[in-house]
C-alpha cells in the first residue's frame, strides 16, 4: 500500500470516529432532551391530578363528613336533609380515602407505614360505618352519636395520614427537581461539549478544507504541467487500460503514428500501431498480464521493436512500458520514440565500417602481393649477385656487383620499411631484449655514415653528456634503426655542417631498475619550420619533395622511428631553428644489463650445421637455384620440388633432414602441402619444415606456423639467414621452435636477469606439469568444459612467454574447442597434448643449467 492510499484511509478513519462522537453526543442531548421535557410536563400536570391536592383534600373531606354529622345530631330531624348531607359527605371522603387506597399514583406511598398504618385505621372505620350509612334514615339517625365518636377517633389517624402523604410527596417533589436540574445541568455540559466538539470538528474541516484545496490546486497544476510535457514530449506517449484500449494519445504519438487523439482514443493498441505479424505475440502479452502472469516487456526498460503508423508504414521504434494504478485499474504507460532516421544511420555507419574493413583488408592484401612480389625478383637479384660475388671477377666488374648488392639492399630497406608499418598497425612489432653495448652501437653508425657524411662535406661523431652507462638491455636491431633514420635524415638536410650525436641519462624510468636514456641526433642543417613540427614525423611526409627525390627519400623513416621508439616503451621529438639546425631527440627507457664477454651483444654466433638431406619445395625456377647453390655450396645435398604436390610425394617416399618450403605455389600450395605431409605419417612428417616466402607480414607468419611449419625464412633469402634457420631447426628441441632471427629464451634471460629468469622458468615448468596431468586425467564428456578452457588460456600464455609456441598453438586449440563445446575434438586434443609438451619441456634449459 502506497503512503497516500495510507494517507486516505487514516483520515477516513478520523471522519468516521468524529462521527461516530458527533452522533452519540447528538443521541444523549436527545435523550436527556425528553427527560427534562418529561419533567416540566409532569411539573405542569391539572390540580386535579395533583396528589398533594388530594392528600390535602382527605383531611378537608374529613372534616366536611364530621361537620355534617354533628349537624345531623343536634338538628333531630332526619326530614330536613340532614342525613342526606352525612351520606354525601361519606360518599367524598370514602372516595378520597379509595382513591388513596387503590391508586397507583399512591402506590410508593403506601408502602411507608406512616401513611399505611393511618390508611388502615381509616378504611376499617370507612368499611365499618358503610352498613349505618347504607340503612333507613330512622337507623341512621339513632346512630349518629356513634357515627360521631367513630369519626373522631379517626381523626388523628386523617391528620397523620395527610401530613405524611403530603411531607412525601413534598420530599419525592424536591428530588424531582433536583432530578430535573441535574439532567438541565448534564444537557448544558453535553451541549456545550456538543458545541465544542463541533467547532473543533469545523475547525478541523476547514483545515483539511485548506489543504484539500492546495492539494487540488496543487493537483491542477501538476496536471497543467503534465499534459504540458506530454503535449511538448518528442517520445510519443500513450496510457491503455488492463483491456489494451488506448486512453490517452499525446500531440508526438499523433506525429509518430498519424492519428488524431480522438482517433486513438477507445481504439485497442494492438489493431492501432502493431504490425499484423506481430499482433498474436501482442494478444498474448496482453491475456499474459491480465491473468497475472510473467510481463516480458512492461517494467523491462527500452526494447527495439517494429511499429505502424496510420498509413500502414511499419517502421522501427524504441519502446518503455511501464504499469500503474488509476483508483482500482491498472494502466499502462508507452513511451515510444521512432528511431527509423537512428537505425538508418547506423546502418550508414555499419557500411561505412565494412567498407573501411574492406579497404583495410585491401590494404593487408596488396601488402601481401606488393611483398611477394617485390621480394621474389629481388631474392634472385640478391641470391645472384651473392653467388657472383663467389665467382672469379674482374675488378671492375667486383664494382658493378657491389654497386647493384647495395641498391638491392637499398629497394629491401623501403620494402622492410612499409612492412614494418604493417606490423606496427597489426599490433604485432616484436621488440626483442637482450644486453647490448651503446658505445659499439653508435660507433658502428658513426663509421657505417661517415662516408655518406662526408660526401655532403659534413663531420659526424657521438659522445655522452654526463656518467657512461653503455651497458643495457636493449633490442638492439629497432635501436639500430632508430638512430640510423636520424642521422641519415640529418645528414640529408645538412650539407658542409656537423652532425652530433649525444646520449645522456637523464632520469630513473617509471619501472624498477630502469633509466631514461635520452639520445640527441643534433645537425646544423637547414632547420625545419614551425609548421612542420607537428607533421615531421608523419608517414610520407618530407619537408620539400624536390629534396625528397633527389635523396631518395620515401618519407617513411621518421614516421619508422616514432612507431618504434613507442614500441620501446619511449618518445621522440625534434627541436628546430629554420636556418640554424635541429634536435631530433629520443627518450627510451633501458635497464642496465651485464654483457657476456663471449657473446657478441649485437649478433648472436650462428654455428655452421652438418651437412643436410634438405627437399626444397619452391616453383620459381630463378629463386629455386639461388636456395640451390646455396646450399650446395655449405655442403648440403638438395632434392628440389617445383610445387606442393610434388613435395608431398617427395616427402612419403623419403625421409630429409629439413624441408624448405614455399607459399604460393601452383598446384598445391605451402601450407595445405605442410598439412599433409604432417598428417600423413610419412617419414618426414615429424622433421622441420622451414617457411620460405617473400610475404613477412604478422598475419601471414601466424598462418605458416598454425599449419605446421617449424621456422621462417624472408625473401630474398641472405646466406646468413638461412645458415641461422637451418642451424635453429636442426639444434636440440628444434622441433617447437619457430623463431625469425631472434633466440627468444636468450633474450628474456638477458631481459629478467638469470634469477628471475630460471624462477619463472621453474614455476612455469611446474605448472605445466600440473596442468596438463591434470587435463590428462578428466573424461572428456563428464569435464567442465569452461574449466579446462579457463586452464589452458591461461597457460597459454605462460607458454607463449617462453617461446613454447607449439605447445601454446595446443593449448589454444583445446581452448577453442572448450568453447565450442566440441567434446569430441577436445577428447582428441588432450589425448597428444602430453607429447608436445614433453618436446616443449626438452626445448627450454633446465632450471638453473645456465649460468650467467
Known amino acids: 500500500m502506497s503512503d497516500t492510499d495510507t494517507q486516505v484511509l487514516r483520515r477516513r478513519w478520523v471522519f468516521g470516529l468524529i462521527g461516530f462522537g458527533v452522533l452519540l453526543g447528538l443521541v444523549a442531548v436527545a435523550w ?33 363528613y364530621l361537620n355534617a354529622l354533628e349537624t345531623a345530631s343536634a338538628a333531630q330531624d332526619a326530614q330536613n336533609g340532614t342525613l342526606d348531607l352525612v351520606r354525601r359527605r361519606f360518599d367524598l371522603f370514602y372516595s378520597r380515602v379509595d382513591t388513596l387506597a387503590q391508586s397507583r399514583v399512591f402506590q410508593p406511598l403506601r408502602q411507608d407505614d406512616r401513611f399505611r398504618l393511618p390508611l388502615e385505621r381509616v378504611t376499617q372505620h370507612l368499611n365499618a360505618a358503610i352498613p349505618l350509612i347504607d340503612a333507613p334514615d330512622a337507623e341512621l339517625s339513632e346512630k349518629l352519636d356513634d357515627l360521631k365518636r367513630a369519626a373522631l377517633e ?22 424531582q427537581r433536583i432530578q430535573t436540574a441535574a439532567n438541565l445541568l448534564r444537557l448544558a455540559i453535553l ?64 506525429a509518430i503514428f498519424g492519428y488524431t487523439a480522438d482517433q486513438a482514443r477507445g481504439r485497442s493498441i494492438g489493431d492501432l500501431i502493431v504490425p499484423p505479424h506481430l499482433r498474436e505475440a501482442h ?15 512492461v517494467g523491462k526498460g527500452r526494447v527495439q521493436l517494429e511499429a505502424m503508423r496510420a498509413d500502414g508504414e511499419q517502421f522501427p521504434v524504441e519502446l518503455a512500458l511501464q504499469s500503474a494504478r488509476a483508483g482500482d485499474q491498472e494502466i499502462v504507460i508507452g513511451f515510444v520514440r521512432d528511431i527509423s532516421q537512428q537505425v538508418a544511420a547506423q546502418q550508414e555507419l555499419i557500411h561505412a565500417r565494412d567498407q573501411a574493413l574492406a579497404g583495410e583488408k585491401a590494404k593487408a592484401e596488396f601488402l601481401t602481393v606488393m611483398s611477394h612480389e617485390i621480394r621474389t625478383p629481388l631474392n634472385g637479384l640478391l641470391g645472384n649477385l651473392t653467388l657472383l660475388k663467389n665467382t672469379r671477377t674482374t675488378r671492375e666488374q667486383a664494382r658493378f656487383v657491389e654497386n647493384m648488392e647495395i641498391s638491392g639492399h637499398i629497394l629491401l630497406s623501403h620494402v622492410d620499411t612499409v612492412l614494418d608499418i604493417a606490423r606496427f598497425e597489426a599490433g604485432k612489432l616484436s621488440v626483442a ?20 657524411a662526408a660526401s655532403r662535406g659534413n663531420s659526424i661523431s657521438w659522445q655522452w653528456v654526463g656518467e657512461a652507462r653503455p651497458c643495457v638491455a636493449a633490442d638492439a636491431q629497432r635501436l639500430r634503426q632508430i638512430l640510423l633514420n636520424l642521422v641519415g635524415n640529418a645528414i640529408k638536410f645538412t650539407e658542409n655542417g656537423r652532425i652530433s650525436i649525444e646520449v645522456e641519462v637523464t632520469e630513473p624510468g617509471a619501472s624498477a631498475g630502469a633509466n631514461i636514456f635520452e639520445f640527441r641526433i643534433i645537425d646544423t642543417g637547414i632547420g625545419i619550420g614551425p ?101 650446395k655450396l655449405e655442403g648440403h645435398r638438395v632434392t628440389v620440388a617445383e610445387n606442393g604436390q610434388l613435395g608431398v610425394d617427395a616427402a612419403a617416399a623419403h625421409r630429409f633432414d629439413v624441408i624448405l618450403m614455399d607459399i604460393s605455389m601452383p598446384v598445391m600450395d605451402g601450407p595445405t602441402a605442410t598439412r599433409q ?52 631447426v636442426t639444434g636440440p628441441g628444434a622441433s617447437t621452435r619457430f623463431e625469425d632471427e631472434t633466440d ?52 597459454a600464455g605462460s607458454a607463449a612467454t617462453f617461446g613454447a609456441m607449439g605447445f601454446r598453438d595446443a593449448l589454444i586449440a583445446i581452448e577453442m574447442a572448450a568453447k565450442s563445446a566440441d567434446r569430441q575434438q577436445v577428447a582428441h586434443l588432450l589425448k597428444g597434448l602430453p607429447e608436445v609438451w614433453e618436446r616443449a619441456k626438452a626445448a627450454l634449459p633446465a632450471p638453473g643449467a645456465i649460468k650467467g
Request: hydrophobic share 40%; aromatic share 6%.
Open 32 to 64: 436527556l432532551s425528553a427527560q427534562v421535557f418529561t419533567d416540566f410536563n409532569d411539573r405542569r400536570a391539572a390540580p386535579s391530578d395533583n396528589v398533594q391536592w388530594t392528600l390535602s383534600q382527605v383531611e378537608v373531606d374529613y372534616l366536611s
Open 154 to 175: 379517626i381523626g388523628p389517624h386523617v391528620r397523620t395520614l395527610a401530613v405524611s402523604g403530603i411531607s412525601y410527596f413534598a420530599t419525592e417533589s424536591d428530588q
Open 191 to 254: 451541549s456545550g461539549a456538543l458545541l465544542l466538539t463541533l467547532g473543533a470538528v469545523s475547525a478541523y474541516l476547514l483545515v483539511v478544507n485548506r489543504r484539500a484545496t492546495r492539494r487540488g490546486r496543487a493537483l491542477r497544476q501538476a496536471n497543467e504541467r503534465m499534459n504540458t510535457i506530454l503535449s511538448t514530449s518528442l517520445d510519443g506517449v500513450i496510457v491503455v487500460d488492463a483491456k489494451g484500449d488506448v486512453i490517452e494519445f499525446n500531440p508526438a504519438a499523433e
Open 283 to 297: 494478444r498474448a502479452g496482453m491475456v499474459r498480464m491480465q491473468s497475472g502472469g510473467e510481463r516480458h516487456v
Open 433 to 452: 631484449l637482450q644486453p647490448s653495448n651503446l658505445n659499439d652501437i653508435l660507433q658502428e653508425i658513426v663509421d657505417g655514415q661517415s662516408g655518406n
Open 531 to 631: 609548421d612542420e613540427v607537428d607533421v615531421i614525423f608523419d608517414d610520407f611526409h618530407t619537408s620539400d619533395p624536390s629534396i625528397g627525390r633527389a635523396t631518395g627519400g620515401t618519407g617513411l623513416g621518421l614516421g619508422i622511428a616514432r612507431r618504434f621508439a613507442e614500441a620501446m616503451g619511449g618518445e621522440i621529438g625534434v627541436e628546430s631553428t629554420p636556418g640554424e639546425g635541429s634536435v631530433f631527440w629520443v627518450r627510451l627507457p633501458l635497464q642496465d644489463a651485464e654483457l657476456d664477454a663471449n657473446v657478441d651483444s649485437d649478433q648472436p654466433e650462428v654455428q655452421h650445421a652438418q651437412p643436410l638431406d634438405v627437399l626444397v619445395v619452391e616453383d620459381n625456377e630463378i629463386n629455386r637455384e639461388v636456395i640451390c647453390n646455396m646450399l
Open 677 to 728: 605431409i604432417r598428417s600423413g605419417g610419412g617419414p618426414s612428417a615429424e622433421i622441420p619444415i622451414i617457411a620460405v616466402s617473400a610475404n613477412v607480414l604478422p598475419d601471414a607468419v601466424d598462418a605458416f606456423r598454425a599449419a605446421g611449419m617449424t621456422a621462417f625464412v624472408g625473401k630474398p633469402i641472405a646466406l646468413d639467414a638461412l645458415r641461422k634457420a637451418l642451424s635453429v
Open 744 to 795: 627468444h629464451i636468450g633474450d628474456l634471460r638477458a631481459s629478467l636477469g638469470a634469477d628471475v629468469f630460471y624462477r619463472l622458468l621453474g614455476k612455469y615448468l611446474s605448472e605445466g606439469d600440473a596442468v596438463v596431468a591434470q587435463l590428462a586425467q578428466l573424461e572428456a564428456g563428464e569435464a567442465d568444459l569452461d574449466q579446462v578452457a579457463q586452464e589452458c588460456h591461461k597457460l
